[in-house]
Nanobody, 127 residues
Framework: QVQFVESGGGLVQPGGSLRLSCVASGLTLRDYAIAWFRQAPGKEREAVSCSSASDTSTVYSQSVKGRFTVSRDNAESTVYLRMNSLKPEDTAVYYC????????????????????WGQGTQVTVSS
């Protein structure tokens, strides 16, 4: 059974940093593109970042480019999202998921291509 578990969220002041973790079980992580999505209250879920299979490329949304960094440790079956210079508009529940349709991330990850969503981890940026 495939399962993704996100962690690392919390309350942080504007300008602060967090590192989210996404631990995968039941699949070989290096074989899949893994994306981070987020959903703020009252808004649609949006793609934030993506790491292609075999760690060949990464993609970031314009809203987080230069502030967030995605990385993976395939041996530990874990994908990380390092978030720096956090802003109140980054407040959301963050999810990770695996792409079952392609190995390489596209510029804007397409939500329906992703499966095995975790329960999410809440990130709140507030003073």
């Amino acid at each position: 059974q495939v399962q993704f578990v996100e962690s690392g969220g919390g309350l942080v002041q504007p300008g602060g940093s967090l590192r989210l973790s996404c631990v995968a079980s039941g699949l070989t992580l290096r074989d899949y593109a893994i994306a981070w999505f987020r959903q703020a209250p009252g808004k649609e879920r949006e793609a934030v970042s993506c790491s292609s299979a075999s760690d060949t490329s990464t993609v970031y949304s314009q809203s987080v480019k230069g502030r967030f960094t995605v990385s993976r440790d395939n041996a530990e079956s874990t994908v990380y999202l390092r978030m720096n210079s956090l802003k109140p508009e980054d407040t959301a529940v963050y999810y990770c998921a695996a792409n079952l349709m392609r190995r390489r991330c596209v510029e804007t990850p397409i939500e329906y291509e992703y499966s095995y969503w975790g329960q999410g981890t809440q990130v709140t940026v507030s003073s």
